[in-house]
Antibody, heavy 121, light 107 residues
Framework: QVQLVESGGGVVQPGRSLRLSCAASGFTFSRYVMQWVRQAPGKGLEWVAELWYDGNNQHYADSVKGRFTVSRDTSKNTLYLQMNSLRAEDTAVYYC??????????????WGQGTTVTVSS | DIQMTQSPSSLSASVGDRVTITCRASQSTNNYLNWYQQKAGKAPKLLIYAASSLQSGVPSRFSGSGSGTDFTLTINSLQPEDFATYYCQQSYTTPQTFGQGTKVEIK
């Protein structure tokens, strides 16, 4: 079945790095626009990053631009989020989500279970 | 950036009620407006995409309407499993943005 499974979360000190992974299965991963969305404790949803279906275009929220990088390995059907220079305000549950085939316009129809990142000294 | 404003922030309703949540965008989203349901501790679930299209598998008591900058999510005959937080989201342009959420609670 269509599934996304995130991993890689944990507790990290401010200024350090962490890489999240999102393993995709049950669909042709390389055809889809993929998203990262986060949710700070007790807060709403915040879009973080997007990787275009061709793997060549990425877009980021201003809050993470220059610090986070989204990428993928199509041979492993895995999406990544490299997070550098982490701050306390990056503490959140991070979700990967599937966009559309070659489009972002029609919402995120498949979500992972989320992985928790805590930035604390 | 397109700002999304939902109202109300929370509401109390009874099983069987009709519930309406509104979402206003700071500029046109070209109707690329989606609605999600999120239950505590769970990932969001897509309910409505492109303002009024029902996602596969979602009960027909959920419906979306609106265009331009003003949109509405309606739940007809609220069911016990519908008590959750609802978010609107524009996917017209990046940065994609969400509303602040509307929590639907049991009266």
């Amino acid at each position: 079945q269509v599934q996304l499974v995130e991993s890689g979360g944990g507790v990290v000190q401010p200024g350090r790095s962490l890489r999240l992974s999102c393993a995709a299965s049950g669909f042709t991963f390389s055809r889809y626009v993929m998203q990262w969305v986060r949710q700070a404790p007790g807060k709403g949803l915040e879009w973080v990053a997007e990787l275009w279906y061709d793997g060549n275009n990425q877009h980021y929220a201003d809050s993470v631009k220059g610090r986070f990088t989204v990428s993928r390995d199509t041979s492993k059907n895995t999406l990544y989020l490299q997070m550098n220079s982490l701050r306390a305000e990056d503490t959140a549950v991070y979700y990967c989500a599937r966009g559309g085939v070659a489009t972002r316009h029609y919402g995120m129809d498949v979500w992972g279970q989320g992985t928790t990142v805590t930035v604390s000294s | 950036d397109i700002q999304m404003t939902q109202s109300p922030s929370s509401l109390s309703a009874s099983v069987g009620d009709r519930v309406t949540i509104t979402c206003r965008a700071s500029q046109s989203t070209n109707n690329y407006l989606n609605w999600y349901q999120q239950k505590a501790g769970k990932a969001p679930k897509l309910l409505i995409y492109a303002a009024s299209s029902l996602q596969s598998g979602v009960p027909s008591r959920f419906s979306g309407s609106g265009s331009g900058t003003d949109f509405t999510l309606t739940i007809n005959s609220l069911q016990p499993e519908d008590f959750a937080t609802y978010y609107c989201q524009q996917s017209y342009t990046t940065p994609q943005t969400f509303g602040q959420g509307t929590k639907v609670e049991i009266k």
